[in-house]
């Protein structure tokens, strides 16, 4: 149990936690006001993505050589490492729906929270821990200033604010899940 404890300061998780509670409750009041258009996903979005983004910093350890020279077997424990934040990520907003505010469907906040975690797991891999936030923030940007989209190719760069069943939405996040956590878990982060 020692060990857990130490990896999850070594990787700021704490950090991670408490940023995720500071922008859950920012979403949260501003979920409350009575003129917010209930079936808008821009708002579980933001939290989604912002739960992310605080957890990328704790995907570049203190000493990335250090981390290459252990004797422990790394892919299993950065593997885990995306797919526990990415539950907690996902957790935060159906959290926030139990205290009342309708956000999202879970299959909305499942496949957004998967492929951020991927988005930022593939981060990671291209450019370290420290910048690991830039691709989900740039995603993000894009689908808020992005027209509705009219094609395929559109439909999968707009995934995070696509409704649940569509088939480009779901493919997306898939594909950006399962590439960044491979990534991520083979390559580790980059120096």
């Given at each position: ?5 130490l ?10 936690l ?10 949260w ?28 910093i ?7 050589a250090l981390?290459r ?12 490492h ?12 159906l ?12 299959a909305?906040?499942?496949r957004?929270?998967?492929g ?23 995603w ?18 707009m ?10 939405g779901?493919?997306?996040a ?6 960044g956590s ?10």
């Amino acid at each position: 149990m020692r060990w857990l404890t130490l990896y999850a300061r070594s990787r700021q998780v704490p950090a991670s936690l408490a940023a995720l509670v500071i922008g859950v409750v920012a979403v949260w009041a501003l979920a409350r006001d009575e003129g917010a258009d209930p079936g808008d996903p821009r708002l579980p979005v933001l939290v989604l993505a912002t739960g992310a983004m605080a957890f990328s910093i704790g995907l570049g350890g203190q000493d990335l050589a250090l981390d290459r020279t252990a004797a422990i077997r790394w892919v299993p424990r950065r593997t885990a490492h995306v797919l526990l934040a990415g539950a907690v990520v996902a957790a935060a907003p159906l959290t926030l729906q139990t205290m009342g505010a309708s956000m999202a469907t879970t299959a909305f906040v499942v496949r957004d929270s998967a492929g951020l975690m991927g988005l930022v797991a593939l981060g990671a891999a291209l450019s370290g821990g420290q910048y690991a936030w830039t691709l989900p923030f740039a995603w993000l940007s894009f689908s808020f200033v992005a027209p509705p989209p009219t094609s395929a190719r559109m439909e999968a760069a707009m995934w995070l604010l696509l409704p649940p069943g569509t088939a480009a939405g779901t493919w997306t996040a898939l594909v950006l899940t399962v590439v960044g956590s491979a990534a991520y878990a083979v390559a580790g982060p980059r120096r």
